[in-house]
């Protein structure tokens, strides 16, 4: 499905593991925080990642050695510099708003404790795909902030999609057993896109997003004149983490190889 929900009282809830949207099994939502406003996390169940959408925001986090600092700033997702704070339960984390900001924050249950890690746009993964195959009908940019290979201890996924205006993403059509859910930015505001989920479409716009099912093919495709962004995020299943998996429509399988 996807949906545009409205913000209240500075939050937009897009899934809740109990509530709205509980087969994504995560708690995922958009904060917009005012400049000086201060929000403190301390999770007994919940491992928590916070990405910086807009902004600039103080991280504060509990370290085994010590408090640690650490300054986030973002005039808005198209500008490629993600900061975002990954941290397990029982850490306490404070963040300050330095100016007006905007947040998402992913959460779901896991009872592994580990050292919190900052990701910045130096040590995030960037790589291009699609500029070369399709006569470029497939070209995006993706970061990975974390998955399977570099926080195994984690059960969940994050990351960002450039997708270039015109072009594709998340194809050929394709799908995996985890949930994903896909939150969608507009570097104009009334850029669109179009979300292909099983044999549904949906208009993708600004501040919309999609909770993709396990099992369901989904891709994506940006009005020209537009780019889309937008963060990905998956939840491991207990025995069969996300590793990358695609298991593609079988009539379009063969686009994988296609020049």
């Given amino acids: 499905m996807l949906d545009t929900p409205k913000f209240e009282n500075g939050k937009k809830i897009l ?8 087969e994504m099994l995560m708690d995922i939502y958009v904060r917009r925080c005012r400049k000086g406003e201060r929000i403190e996390f301390l999770e007994s169940a919940n491992e928590t990642a916070i990405l910086l959408l807009r902004g600039e925001v ?12 650490a300054t986030g700033k973002r005039a808005s997702p198209f500008e490629r510099k993600p900061f975002c704070l990954h941290f397990s339960r029982n850490t306490k984390v404070g963040i300050e708003a330095l100016a007006d900001s905007e947040i ?36 995006r940019i993706v970061s990975t902030m974390f998955d399977l290979s570099n926080a195994p201890y984690s059960n969940m996924v994050m990351g960002e999609v450039f997708n270039q205006p015109g072009k594709w993403s998340s194809y050929p059509p394709h799908h995996h057993p985890q949930p994903e859910l896909y ?19 949906f208009k993708s716009t600004d501040g919309s997003y999609a909770a993709i099912l ?6 994506q495709v940006a009005a020209p004149g537009f780019t889309m962004y937008y963060v990905w995020m998956i939840r491991h299943l207990d025995g069969d983490p996300w590793d990358k998996t ?4 079988p009539e379009y399988e063969w686009l994988v190889n296609a020049p």
């Fill in 104 to 139: 998402i924050v992913q959460q779901t249950d896991n009872e592994k404790e580990f050292p919190a890690v900052f990701y910045t746009p130096e040590n995030c993964l960037y790589q291009e795909f699609g500029k070369g195959q399709w006569n470029g009908a497939g070209h």
């Fill in 15 to 22: 899934c809740q593991m109990h509530g709205k949207n509980a």
């Fill in 183 to 201: 939150y969608y930015q507009f570097d104009r505001p009334e850029g669109f896109g179009a979300c292909f989920i099983g044999d549904d479409v």
């Fill in 58 to 69: 103080r991280f504060e986090w509990d370290d085994a050695a010590a408090a640690r600092i």
């Fill in 246 to 249: 695609r298991i593609y429509i």
């Fill in 214 to 219: 396990p099992g369901k093919a989904h891709q």
